[in-house]
């Protein structure tokens, strides 16, 4: 199994930046295509931003330009940059993982992952 855990998370202001953190404890962490979704208050969860075991990277609409997924598998260690933030960025965000024998090709849909972090609040200001 993997555990993964989030980090980074806190309040800034509109046209900030934030960098959060997923902490994966197992030892496939390169074998899995890795996401990052996020809930506001009252709303369903979306996808934001996927990168595949080749390194390929995937973005929603609403933050292409202004965020960027990046792993780093030596250190077990998902991120995610957030830049020019907006009052709508605001949501809990949550790490996920997809395993290699769910396939390639779909990561924008949250059932398409098996493991999800407790997820780290985002609140941007304006």
């Known amino acids: 199994q993997v555990q993964l855990v989030e980090s980074g998370g806190g309040l800034v202001q509109a046209g900030g930046s934030l960098r959060l953190s997923c902490a994966a404890s197992g030892r496939t962490f390169s074998s899995y295509a890795m996401g990052w979704f996020r809930q506001a208050p009252g709303k369903e969860r979306e996808f934001v931003v996927a990168?595949?075991?080749?390194?390929?990277?995937y973005c929603a609409d609403s933050v292409k330009g202004r965020f960027s997924i990046s792993r780093d598998n030596a250190k077990n260690t998902l991120y995610l940059q957030m830049n020019s933030l907006k009052p709508e960025d605001t949501a809990v965000y949550y790490c996920a993982g997809k395993p290699a024998y769910r396939g390639s090709y779909y990561y924008t849909g949250a059932n398409e992952y098996n493991y999800w972090g407790q997820g780290t609040q985002v609140t941007v200001s304006s």
């Open positions: 990168i595949s075991r080749n390194d390929d990277t």
